[in-house]
């Protein structure tokens, strides 16, 4: 509990006391909530209060006490409803941004204009691109579209090749401060052709050697799980003996296809053989 919060219940716990020593005095009996209220604003009276409270807690017996307590009670229950509606109405509320409008509440907005838009064409949700613009919708798709894979000799470029290598160095792990260690105690790190310590490899851990090494075998894995062989399809008929045989046929069909279907129909009828 604030300080401030602290205050206004000792001012309500002083009022408290006046009213029910007044009323045991023979008085007009406990005063209204708004007497109440501005008697908070008045400093000398909670002073003055603050001197006499043990003084009148200690005149309070029986039932007085316990509407003392009672009234003690309301004052903190009515502290907390409004500390936790308070936090209740932070949760509800979206935080502002720093630019004004918050990001829910334009998502909310540009929703309700895009429905209003599409009630009005007699459209539902799933026809919204129909709203697009050229221009956005140009947009839109160049983000989807993705960069062709790279095709014959286009494989061997040095376009592909630096991609390549770029994707194999996302995963190696770069110590800045042992590389530096390692040039400040090699006065010749980056040796010349006429070097005498030319060819001469330096000193490497075993968890380096043993990360290459992974790397290594990652790849062959994956180079040996990819493959362009064609799916078998058991459905189609066999008129092969090996891939080689089935590559040829195939070449064939492309050729002479058109001649040979009638001449194919008929012997699978048995209607091509004599009598």
């Given at each position: ?143 989807w579209e993705k960069e062709p894979a790279p095709a014959g000799w ?122």
């Amino acid at each position: 509990m604030s300080k401030a919060e602290a205050g206004v219940l000792q001012a309500n716990t002083i009022d408290v006391h006046r009213s029910l020593v007044v009323s045991s005095d023979g008085g007009e009996g406990a005063p209204d909530e708004r007497d109440v209220v501005e008697s908070h604003s008045d400093a000398d009276d909670q002073a003055d209060g603050e001197d006499n409270m043990g003084q009148d807690s200690a005149n309070l017996t029986g039932r007085k006490k316990k509407l003392f307590e009672l009234r003690l009670k309301m004052n903190e229950a009515r502290k907390a409803n409004q500390s936790a509606m308070v936090a209740e109405k932070k949760k509800t509320e979206a935080p502002p941004e720093s630019r004004g409008m918050s990001k829910q509440k334009w998502i909310e907005e540009r929703k309700k204009k895009i429905g209003k838009l599409l009630d009005a064409n007699g459209l539902d949700m799933s026809k919204a691109y129909m709203l697009d613009t050229q221009e956005s919708a140009e947009v839109k798709y160049k983000k989807w579209e993705k960069e062709p894979a790279p095709a014959g000799w286009d494989v061997f470029n040095q376009k592909t090749l630096y991609d390549a290598y770029k994707k194999r160095t996302k995963n190696v792990a770069v110590d800045v401060d042992e590389y530096n260690r390692m040039k400040e105690a090699d006065p010749e790190f980056y040796r010349e052709a006429s070097s005498l310590q030319y060819g001469k490899a330096p000193k490497l851990s075993d968890d380096k050697i043993e990360r290459m090494v992974k790397e290594l075998k990652d790849r062959d894995e994956k180079r040996q799980s990819f493959s362009r062989r064609r799916k078998f399809h058991e459905e189609k008929d066999i008129d092969s003996i090996n891939d080689r045989n089935e590559h040829f046929n195939k070449k064939i069909e492309r050729a002479f296809g058109k001649y040979t279907l009638e001449i194919k129909n008929n012997l699978e009828r048995g209607t091509a053989l004599p009598d």
